[in-house]
C-alpha cells in the first residue's frame, strides 16, 4: 500500500492547475472557486481546500464541478471509503469523461487495489481504440489521454514492483 505523499506524481495528472484555462471561459462564481480549489490544492492546504469546497456547495451543491471538488477532497485527505461510489454517481449524473475515469482509476490504486485499476484503465483504452493508429490519430494532443496512459504505466509499474512480495505473502 502507498502512502498519500506516493500519489503526487498522480494527482496533479487528475485535476491539474492546467484546467484553470477552461475557468476563464466561464467567468462564473463556480469557476471561481474552482481556481480557488486548485490555488490551495497546489499549497497542499487542504484546511483551505474544504472550506473552498463548503463554499462552492452553497453556490450550487448540484455543479460538476462542486461534485468533483468533493471526489478531490475526499482522496488528497485519504477518505477513500466512499469515495469510488461517489465518483461513479458523477459520472452517472454528468459525463463518463477520460478524466473522470482517470480518477477512478488512481482512487482504486489509493485504496491498494492496483490490478483492479489496470482493469479500469485497459477497458477504458479498448472502448477508446487506443489500439488502433487511425484511432488515435483524433486523440493527439488530448492531454487527458497522456495523463491515463501514464498513471496506467505507473500502476502496471507498482504492480511489478510488488510481485515479488505478492507471490512471497501467497507462500
Known sequence: MYS????????????????????FLYPDVIARIGIKFLTYWQMKRYDLMQKTYEEAKQQSEDAALT????????LCTGNLKDLVPQLNEVMQRYDKSVKLYNFVGVTIMAKGETE??????EKLIQDLDLK???????????TDIADLLSNYLVALRWVEDDSPQIAAAAK
Open 4 to 23: 498519500i505523499k506516493e500519489y503526487d506524481c498522480i494527482i496533479p495528472l487528475i485535476f491539474d492547475i492546467k484546467d484553470i484555462d477552461m475557468y
Open 132 to 142: 488502433n493508429p487511425e484511432k488515435c490519430k483524433k486523440y493527439l494532443g488530448n
Open 116 to 121: 483492479k485499476a489496470i482493469k479500469v484503465y
Open 67 to 74: 461534485q468533483v471538488m468533493q471526489c478531490f477532497l475526499m
